[in-house]
């Protein structure tokens, strides 16, 4: 618990992590998947109710679980007919609105993209832009960043795509 000295309001830090995985189809042709909330080209397509963004997902589930809300199936479950071909942004942006109305903020977000493709790091930049933008957080405190599982396991085999994001929080607390 940090204490200020100008105030009678500390704040807790607290941390969320969250995890996605969605199946992914290989075409014959040039697509695109969503990915920290853009479009990146690859051949290989998303098997998902919404967009598919897997870090977007796990962006969502650490939010929520930062404030003890929950996780993402709870809010847009998949058995919802609204949310089919939805944008992930949504669902970060209503996770952000349960932040504020916690009194919420945000700190710093770290994603790992965890799959043999797509290749992200052509990508991070505009990603990291993205990311800034939805989250109206300084650019300097989003981190992404990528690995593969060395062909092991579905991932490995390009069956799949995965995510792991962890968020920091600050919410105060008042003294009594």
């Not at 939010?63 to 929950?70: E, N, Q």
């Not at 932040?99 to 770290?110: E, I, P, Y």
Request: charged share 20%; net charge negative.
């Amino acid at each position: 618990m940090m204490h200020s000295s100008k105030t009678n309001i500390s704040y807790d830090f607290l941390s969320g992590i969250g995890f996605d995985v969605h199946a992914l189809k290989l075409l014959d042709h040039d697509h695109h998947m969503m990915l920290c909330g853009i479009e990146v080209p690859t051949r290989y397509q998303l098997i998902a109710h919404s967009d598919g963004d897997v870090a977007l997902h796990a962006l969502v589930d650490a939010l929520l679980g930062a404030i003890g809300a929950g996780d993402i199936g709870e809010h847009f479950p998949p058995s919802d007919l609204q949310w089919q071909n939805a944008d992930s942004s949504q669902f970060v942006w209503q996770a952000m609105q349960l932040c504020h109305a916690k009194n919420a903020v945000l700190v710093n977000v770290d994603i790992t993209v965890i799959g043999e493709h797509p290749k992200v790091g052509p990508h991070k930049s505009a990603m990291k832009e993205k990311l800034a933008q939805l989250l109206k957080l300084d650019p300097e405190r989003i981190n992404i960043k990528a690995t593969t599982t060395e062909k092991l396991g579905f991932l490995g085999r390009s069956e799949g795509i995965a995510a792991q994001a962890i968020v920091s929080v600050k919410m105060p607390v008042k003294i009594t």
